[in-house]
Structures are given as C-alpha cells and as structure tokens.
C-alpha cells in the first residue's frame, strides 16, 4: 500500500489504562471490553474505511482484542488492547507493516483549545453532567476542557492526567475532527492534570 492513498493520523500508545479512564472506555465500547490495567493502542485512518482491513491483519497475528472499530463522515479509529503490552506492541507493528509505514508517518497532535474554569456554578454544573457518562461535576469545583487534533490523542492526554492528579474524569469523546476531554476536582489537581495532559500531547512527534 503507497502512504499517497491514506494518511496516518494518529497512532496512540497507552502503556496502563488507569482506573478511571479503563472504566470510561467501557461504557462505550462495543468490542471487547478494557479494564484497568491493560495496555492499549488508538490508530486513526484516512480514508476511514481501512481500518477494517488493518484490525483484521492485527487481531489474527496477535493476541490483543479489538475493543473498537468506528468510521464516521471523514476518518477511521480503531483500538485493540491487553493485559501484556507485548501483544499491543506486536499489533501496532503489525498494523503499521501492513500500512507500509513506520510511526514516524503518524501526524503530531495539537492542541486546538484548552481552559481551566475554577468555581463552577451550580447550574452549568447539572447541565454538563447531562452529557456526562463519567464522573459527575460538582458545583464550586474546578473544571479542565481540552481540545485536540487528530482526535484518537486525547486518549493518552486523559490518561495520563489521571495518572498525575488526584482528579475525576468526566467525559472523552475521541471520534471526528477533534478530540475531546473534560475532568474536574480542585483548582491545584485540576490544574496539575492539565499540565500532564499538555505534555503527553506535547511528548509525541509526527509530522504536522
């Protein structure tokens, strides 16, 4: 396969689902469900439909499950997962050899927007805990929103901010044009997730 016929979007190593995040993914998954712990890697496809082919030649070769395989309007994500980050390793290899390509081929995130609201209001509160199937935001805490390009990294950004902050995670939407992220908790945990999602983003190159 040329890389001129699709682009590599993403390609998203996560070492150790955390607990929070592990149980997220399981209340939209529709494959094989994660849990804590597991290892797991996110790939985004353009044109979408090659993720169909690209699953099919990891899941037979390895021994890591698809947990998702979804094509919107413009691009393909899928994600596959183990308790042994070996298989997940071997299933991005995989993955890549069949697209002809190696990880440096993969686009380098971006951050399209990011606030930190500190004292939310009662009802701006319940009316984001409507779109939540995550942690609920209680008035007066602190709130982090972020924004990223191409969408399957916000995944590791909403990882690893549970791994550096004692914060709650509200919602993760990876699917589309961009990526999606919501945590809340006090101003300084808040705060410090949002430092640890910055520079997981940050850590990855590709090309822009």
Not at 171 to 197: K, P, Q, T, Y
Request: hydrophobic content about 45%.
């Amino acid at each position: 396969m040329s890389s001129k016929d699709f682009e590599l979007r993403a390609y998203c190593y996560i070492d150790r689902m955390q607990p929070q995040f592990g149980a997220f993914v399981g209340t939209i998954t529709q494959g094989d469900l994660p849990v804590e712990g597991m290892a797991s890697l996110y790939v985004e496809l353009a044109p979408g439909n090659l993720v169909f082919k690209i699953v099919d030649y990891a899941v037979k070769a390895t021994n890591a499950k698809p947990g998702a395989q979804i094509v919107e309007r413009q691009y393909g994500t899928f994600e596959v997962h183990s308790m042994d980050q070996e298989d997940v390793l071997s299933a991005g290899k995989v993955a890549l050899r069949e697209l002809g390509v190696d990880i440096s081929a993969r686009k380098r995130p971006s951050i399209a927007s990011i606030q930190v609201i500190d004292n939310v209001s009662p009802y701006q509160a319940q009316l984001l805990n409507r779109f939540s199937r995550g942690m609920m935001l209680l008035p007066g805490q602190t709130m982090l929103v972020l924004e990223c390009s191409p969408a399957a990294y916000i995944n590791i950004a909403a990882n690893e901010a549970e791994k550096a902050a004692n914060i709650s995670v509200m919602h993760i939407s990876s699917i589309g044009m961009f990526g999606r992220l919501w945590v809340c908790g006090s101003e300084a945990n808040v705060r410090s997730a949002r430092d640890a999602a910055v520079a997981a983003l940050e850590s990855i190159d590709g090309v822009d």
